[in-house]
């Protein structure tokens, strides 16, 4: 904590230093100040202000206004001067001739800017975004403009965006590579994996806005992600007046679906209130066959294992909030977001035994009736303070979520003879586990331009998460007797309370200076991490597992443009992945009678350096080589009980994962009417290690194509296909097949744009699908998974109230994407 004390007490001294001596004007120069304003007398902001000779109108240096309508010009030579100031949608506008005197401050009358006479009062908004964006740092998915992304949730999106894999278990991969960090309007979700899938199945796409992909994120940014940040930013209309848009959805696959959602927003002089709502109802199903091949003795058993499981999800998603700018220069938020989700599952499993492949000896089947909820409320306040005219500015965030989530479960384990007799074993065992998360954090963050050409920002954050799982398990003691007469008790052995607590101290500093063609940035971030884990198994005798650590985080990142048409970049970070609470707990979840999950209390964190070189041609076309080295490497590893025939899946460090990746991005306008956007990602994985239970060295080059292609067909028809492929990968002691799938779209607007139909079909040819094998020692199965993919749906969306603005965009203090989201 004190090496974090110090590292942002030097970088606060040195940036009020700096700012002092640049809020001085130089010996022998002149600084002008003033003011401009529209024909109603508001400020009018970011408008070009130019400082020309007055004997012959030649430019001396421009600025830009800020949100006040200020401008400052300052190291100005005597002489006489004219300001002139531009913006568009209105005529140009001239000061009188002004007089400036060395070391003086000339304060300029306020301009009056006046509409011009051949531009429209108002304009209807029609231009989109592209579907895709590339930019320096990030790939931006305009999720909006999608007609694919109509009716799916958040985790289906993801699913087709380019370098995305998610795997049979919801885990999510870019670029081959776990250990992504997914953030909500630029926060963490602080979610275990299974708690965040939960979470994007249950987010509805209609609510986005974009998804923002960034493999190297800077010092700015927690330093966990080893393969980067996934953002997804919600949408929120600033627009004047009151408006909002509408929309519902209906899908079926093998099983309904059905969507809608409410956008909200109305602003009023200084205060804008918005606020959305969207419910999801979603049945799937799901189809598992595990085939494991067990040596106990010499001796094979064959187990043939197929599970059939249905779902259904139910969601409320809700957000409400407020900006009001207190002034011109501060503006104060506040916003409630929460959900409610009920999860129910059928889960039946047939598992046939077999000596030789062909003869059955005996057959298991596990049914399973569970019950989950997902609850959550989360309290935002925030401050955007512009400090002066030159670009200093203060931010800050506080955060608070609450979560509380129930899981329970009743598992009927039923054992028969080959000739379908049954045998007298049978096993009846439940699980109710509530979930308590209680998330608070305060980040601050400090700009300070330096000229013209330089930048210095600051900032702390500080988290506190605390997690309380109660695991009680119980049996029926008298299995064999009625049900009416069968008796519960407790099952101590695997009933478990478990306690986690993490502390996360963090500070960081960004220099970034510009030259002509040259731009470089270095970045260094501090976090000190305390966390505690205590588990309590029948003994009542705690197993706590107490960490403290303090690691740097620097960063690097350097542009050249070599000419208008090319650039190259280069960057370098090093970050961190954090075991997840739920797998620092020790307690087994059953899958059937033969397979289960275990967490691992001794996990470790895992530390990841990044380097990349890009190349990109007409700010259009980018490649991209990189490599990564991961050591501590965390992933599931399966063991195997011979004598049991069990076998059952947990997480461990690996001594180290080498990773190498060529991007190649390639957008092409074929023609007027056929936009098409690819995305190429090859790459190899390794991964080492030598402990005494495993000895690994293995690896495999893979690949992954998007192609996502987009058809005009008129002024309000469009259609849009979409192509997956991601080659076979290795990934620990998984082998992983290919998969591959298209999906297709049109979409229809109407009444003046205000409205839209969409109509899709993902997966169209119902290939997606996984398969993987595990050789590894004792260990040889393979899984086959089949989720419902092949799903149509139709969305229909409404935009209502006020869809005109001026036709120059008007900025507040509040705006999203310089203040609040403080995505960038």
């Known amino acids: 904590m004190k090496s974090i004390t110090y590292i942002i007490s030097f970088a606060t001294c040195l940036l009020f230093a700096i700012g002092t001596a640049k809020a001085q004007t130089a010996p022998g120069t002149a600084k002008i100040t003033g003011s401009l304003v529209t024909e109603q007398?508001?400020?009018?902001?970011?408008?070009?202000?130019?400082?020309?000779?007055?004997?012959?109108?030649?430019?001396?240096k421009s600025s830009l206004s800020n949100e006040a309508g200020a401008y400052t010009l300052?190291?100005?030579?005597?002489?006489?001067?004219?300001?002139?100031?531009?913006?568009?949608?209105?005529?140009?506008?001239?000061?009188?001739?002004?007089?400036v005197a060395a070391g003086s401050t000339v304060n300029v009358p306020v301009i009056k800017l006046q509409p011009a006479t051949n531009s429209l009062k108002t304009v209807n908004v029609?231009?989109?975004?592209?579907?895709?964006?590339?930019?320096?740092?990030?790939?931006?998915?305009?999720?909006?403009?999608?007609?694919l992304a109509a009716g799916n949730s958040a985790m289906e999106i993801l699913e087709r965006a380019p370098g995305v894999t998610i795997d049979k278990d919801d885990k999510i991969s870019l670029r081959g590579k776990q250990g992504v960090t997914v953030m909500i309007d630029g926060k963490l979700t602080y979610l275990s994996a299974d708690q965040l899938a939960q979470f994007l199945r249950s987010t509805d796409g209609n609510t986005?806005?974009?998804?923002?992909?960034?493999?190297?994120?800077?010092?700015?940014?927690?330093?966990?992600?080893?393969?980067?940040?996934?953002?997804?930013k919600m949408k929120k209309n600033r627009s004047a007046g009151t408006n909002g848009s509408f929309s519902a959805n209906a899908g079926y696959g093998r099983n309904h679906k059905a969507s809608s959602s409410l956008n909200m927003n109305h602003k009023d002089g200084n205060l804008n209130i918005f606020g959305t709502y969207s419910y999801n109802n979603n049945k799937r199903p799901q189809d598992i066959t595990l085939n494991r091949t067990v040596v106990n003795k010499g001796v094979p058993t064959y187990y043939n294992e197929a599970t059939d499981f249905t779902g259904n999800r139910s969601a409320h998603n809700y957000k409400l909030g407020a900006d009001y700018d207190i002034s011109k220069r501060n503006t104060i938020g506040v916003q409630i977001t929460g959900y409610n989700t009920n999860f129910d599952a059928n889960t039946f499993n047939n598992t046939l035994i077999s000596p030789d492949r062909i003869t059955i000896s005996n057959v298991t089947t596990t049914s399973n009736l569970a019950k989950?909820?997902?609850?959550?409320?989360?309290?935002?306040?925030?401050?955007?303070?512009?400090?002066?005219?030159?670009?200093?500015?203060?931010?800050?965030?506080?955060?608070?979520s609450y979560f509380y989530n129930k899981q329970s479960s009743n598992y009927r384990n039923s054992y028969f003879a080959a000739n379908g007799s049954t045998l007298n074993k049978l096993s009846i065992l439940g699980n109710n586990l509530p979930t308590y998360i209680n998330i608070g954090t305060f980040k601050a963050d400090y700009t300070n331009p330096i000229g013209k050409t330089m930048k210095l920002e600051t900032g702390v954050k500080f988290s506190y998460v605390h997690t309380d799982n109660d695991l009680r398990s119980d049996s029926v003691l008298n299995v064999m007797s009625?049900?009416?007469?069968?008796?519960?008790?407790?099952?101590?052995?695997?009933?478990?309370?478990?306690?986690?607590?993490?502390?996360?101290?963090?500070?960081?500093?960004?220099?970034?200076?510009?030259?002509?063609?040259?731009?470089?940035?270095?970045?260094?971030?501090?976090?000190?991490?305390?966390?505690?884990?205590?588990?309590?198994?029948?003994?009542?005798?705690?197993?706590?597992?107490?960490?403290?650590?303090?690691?740097?985080?620097?960063?690097?990142?350097?542009?050249?443009e070599i000419s208008d048409k090319h650039s190259i970049g280069l960057n370098f970070s090093r970050r961190i992945d954090r075991p997840s609470y739920d797998d620092l707990n020790s307690f087994t979840q059953i899958i059937n009678a033969y397979t289960y999950q275990q967490g691992n209390p001794n996990l470790k964190p895992q530390y990841t350096s990044n380097y990349e070189l890009s190349y990109t041609y007409k700010k259009n076309y980018n490649i991209t080589l990189g490599y990564s080295k991961t050591t501590d490497v965390m992933v599931e590893v399966p063991r195997q009980i011979d004598a049991l025939g069990v076998t059952f899946i947990t997480r461990d460090n690996l001594a180290v994962q080498n990773a190498y990746n060529l991007n190649i991005s390639a957008p092409f306008n074929l023609t007027k009417w056929w936009n098409s956007n690819n995305n190429l990602t090859g790459f190899y994985l390794g991964f080492k290690t030598n402990s005494p239970e495993l000895q690994l060295n293995d690896g495999q080059y893979a690949g992954n194509v998007t192609s996502i292609n987009t058809f005009t067909v008129s002024k309000s028809v469009k259609l849009e296909g979409t192509y997956n492929y991601q080659s076979g990968l290795t990934y620990g002691l998984f082998h992983i097949r290919s998969n591959y799938s298209f999906d297709a779209g049109i979409s229809k607007s109407f009444a003046e744009k205000r409205a839209t139909l969409k109509f899709s079909v993902s997966d169209i040819f119902n290939t997606r699908r996984q398969y993987l094998t595990v050789q590894q020692g004792n260990l040889n199965f393979n899984v086959f998974q089949k989720n419902e993919t092949r799903i149509a749906r139709l969305t229909f969306t409404y935009n209502f109230g006020n869809t005109k603005i001026q036709s120059r965009r008007h900025q507040t203090g509040a705006d999203d994407e310089k203040g609040r989201v403080k995505s960038n």
Do not use: C
């Open 74 to 99: 300052d190291r100005i030579s005597t002489g006489t001067y004219l300001i002139k100031a531009t913006i568009i949608g209105y005529n140009k506008s001239f000061s009188s001739p002004i007089t």
């Open 126 to 147: 029609t231009a989109t975004k592209p579907l895709i964006e590339r930019k320096v740092d990030r790939t931006v998915i305009n999720v909006e403009n999608s007609v």
């Open 482 to 560: 009625s049900p009416a007469n069968q008796v519960k008790g407790t099952d101590w052995s695997r009933t478990n309370l478990y306690i986690y607590t993490e502390n996360i101290n963090a500070g960081y500093v960004n220099f970034s200076k510009t030259w002509k063609k040259t731009s470089l940035q270095l970045g260094l971030r501090a976090e000190q991490t305390n966390s505690k884990g205590d588990s309590k198994d029948s003994t009542n005798i705690s197993k706590i597992n107490d960490r403290h650590y303090l690691n740097l985080f620097p960063s690097v990142f350097l542009n050249h």
């Open 41 to 60: 007398g508001k400020p009018a902001d970011y408008a070009t202000v130019s400082l020309l000779r007055a004997k012959d109108s030649s430019i001396v």
């Open 208 to 232: 986005i806005q974009s998804i923002e992909i960034i493999t190297n994120p800077s010092a700015k940014y927690d330093a966990a992600g080893n393969s980067g940040i996934i953002n997804i």
């Open 372 to 400: 989950e909820s997902y609850n959550n409320i989360a309290a935002n306040i925030n401050n955007r303070l512009i400090l002066d005219t030159t670009g200093k500015e203060l931010t800050m965030d506080a955060d608070y």
